[in-house]
């Protein structure tokens, strides 16, 4: 973990007062919607990929600080991020000429990925975004979405995601997990430049907290 002198000594503030519950609007970047002393768009690469990745986020996770979905999307040119919680243009979506459509979701049902072979249509990976509850919510309200072939991360890497207490172990952030999948499907070709301004933001979120209390909640 990585703590600047200059943070080490800003006052602690806790997680919430400072990203949810401030009183004076800050302007924020149109882009990647931090306060504007924190953009990240400098650190958003801009990626090439084969396999195109439909996020679908729950509109519970617009507001949140780490939104990491919003970072994938941003990152990466063959993407796209829809908010809401039923998608009418689902069907067209999905019917993309060029691409199979399947969800990256786990489950008994899930297939591993795997590297895309020459011959076959390049993905089209449909990630829901959310908490698992409301990524099940997803799914019950999009029938197209449930009825989506399913895949799942083989050998998914140890989240670096410290923040939000994962709600069992091997669980991933959204961006972590199209990286993990994004890597699979097209090995040996790496995307870890989309974590970039996912580690910023961590390390961000941390330092404006105070090392106290990030060991005090989270136990790193
Ligand atoms: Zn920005």
């Known amino acids: 973990m990585r703590f ?35 953009c ?51 069907s067209q979506w999905l019917a993309l000429p060029g691409y199979r459509a399947c969800l990256l979701f786990p489950g008994d049902e899930a297939i591993a990925l795997q590297p895309c072979q020459a011959d076959e249509l390049p993905l089209l990976l449909v990630v829901p975004d959310g908490t698992w509850r409301k990524a099940r919510k997803l799914l019950h309200l999009n029938p197209l979405l449930a009825a989506l072939p399913r895949v799942s991360l083989s050998a998914a ?33 790496s995307f870890q430049a989309l974590l970039r301004p996912f580690d910023a933001l961590i390390d961000g979120q941390i330092a404006a907290m105070g090392e106290h209390t990030y060991r005090r909640n989270h136990g790193g």
């Not at 002198?5 to 924020?28: F, N, Y």
């Not at 990286?179 to 090995?187: D, F, G, K, P, W």
């Open 4 to 38: 600047s002198p200059v943070l080490e000594r800003m006052p602690l503030r806790p997680l919430r007062c400072s990203w949810h519950t401030a009183r004076m609007p800050r302007p924020t970047c149109p882009r990647c919607q931090r306060p504007l002393s924190r």
């Open 157 to 189: 890497p140890t989240s670096r995601y410290r923040l939000r207490k994962a709600p069992e172990a091997g669980a991933l952030s959204t961006i972590e997990a199209v990286v993990s999948a994004l890597e699979t499907v097209e090995a040996p070709a």
């Open 40 to 90: 990240l768009c400098a650190l958003i690469p801009d990626l090439d990929s084969q396999t195109r990745v439909l996020i679908l986020q729950h509109p519970s996770e617009t507001a949140h600080a780490l939104n990491t979905a919003r970072l994938a999307a941003l990152g990466l040119r063959n993407a796209e991020l829809q908010i809401g919680e039923v998608f009418d243009q689902l």
